[in-house]
């Protein structure tokens, strides 16, 4: 993975969003996965590399709500829309292919998580886009 493909995987996501729900994402799983891709793109522009582009629950959720605080019932609910966008994401892999060819973008985005560096109390998860490079004989 490198910062190019992980730039176009975000930026994928959000042409997907808008052209599937339209200009609000109606369901928070896709608002999360369009919380994700912004943060991914801030975070390039910021010169973060593409392993560091990685968020916790509490960041995916105060992105997608208007809250100002997080409680553990909220990382529940943010676990639960999560887990709904890895299962249905991948539902919609042959539109993220055609929405990357028509924009000559070279990866479509993949949702993944995975436990923060280090060990003990301090471990939490981590929720990230990952590019799925496309063949670009397509």
């Given at each position: 993975?490198?910062?190019?493909?992980?730039?176009?995987a975000?930026?994928?996501?959000?042409?997907?969003?808008?052209?599937?729900?339209g200009?609000?994402?109606?369901?928070?799983r896709?608002?999360?996965?369009r919380?994700?891709a912004?943060?991914?793109?801030?975070?390039?522009?910021?010169?973060?590399l593409?392993n560091e582009?990685?968020y916790?629950?509490?960041?995916?959720?105060?992105?997608?709500?208007?809250s100002?605080?997080?409680?553990?019932?909220?990382k529940r609910n943010?676990?639960?829309?999560?887990?709904?966008?890895?299962?249905?994401?991948?539902?919609?892999?042959?539109?993220l292919?055609?929405i990357a060819?028509?924009?000559?973008?070279?990866?479509?985005?993949?949702?993944?998580?995975?436990?923060?560096?280090?060990?003990?109390?301090?471990?939490?998860?981590?929720?990230?886009?990952?590019?799925?490079?496309?063949d670009?004989?397509?």
């Open positions: 993975m490198d910062s190019d493909q992980l730039k176009d975000a930026l994928c996501a959000l042409k997907f969003i808008e052209i599937y729900t200009k609000d994402a109606k369901t928070k896709y608002k999360a996965l919380a994700l912004e943060m991914t793109l801030k975070d390039l522009e910021r010169g973060k593409d582009c990685k916790t629950a509490q960041d995916v959720f105060l992105s997608v709500t208007s100002k605080s997080f409680e553990d019932s909220d943010v676990n639960r829309f999560l887990k709904d966008l890895h299962d249905v994401l991948p539902t919609h892999e042959a539109m292919k055609q060819i028509d924009n000559n973008l070279v990866a479509i985005p993949t949702y993944n998580f995975g436990a923060s560096v280090g060990n003990g109390a301090g471990v939490y998860t981590e929720h990230f886009i990952t590019p799925l490079v496309r670009l004989d397509d």
